[in-house]
């Protein structure tokens, strides 16, 4: 259930950007329970139904310090060439910005946010790769610092 916590959402995603494209078909937030049909992941549309509207873009009214990674390539997109290797094929992945998991638009959601105190960003995939960033000797450090 947890990588559909992952799935884009709105409003940070438009209703009609393509997150998977075979030949025939376009698959976006607006015709997503589709692309679970076609997939064949039958208990699909029920778990996206359970998260979809869980927001995790407000503002959470206390302060917030944002540390994220950035200029890492990150998938953005999906692509299949061919009809017939959908989806059972790995497909190719259109590669955007972000920390090698999450997409930049992504983690910069809490930089909006008014209860932000500060951002941080680490560039590249030896700091802001997102599971070294934990690792990290400035970002420990800045930890070390809010707690202190």
Known sequence: ???YFMLP????????EVLVQTPRTNYTLGN????FADMGVTDGVEKWKTVRNASFTGDPGVPTHCFNGKDV??????YYKDQKDFP???PET??????????ARSLQVCHKWNSTVTVTEYSGADAGEHDKIVGNKE????IIELIS
């Open 94 to 103: 259109v590669s955007g910005d972000g920390d090698g998991t999450v997409p």
């Open 73 to 78: 390539p990150t998938s953005a997109s999906f």
């Open 139 to 142: 970002f420990i450090k800045s």
């Open 88 to 90: 059972d094929v790995v």
């Open 1 to 3: 259930m947890g990588n």
């Open 9 to 16: 959402r709105y409003p940070v995603w438009g209703k009609d």
């Open 32 to 35: 997503l329970e589709q692309l």
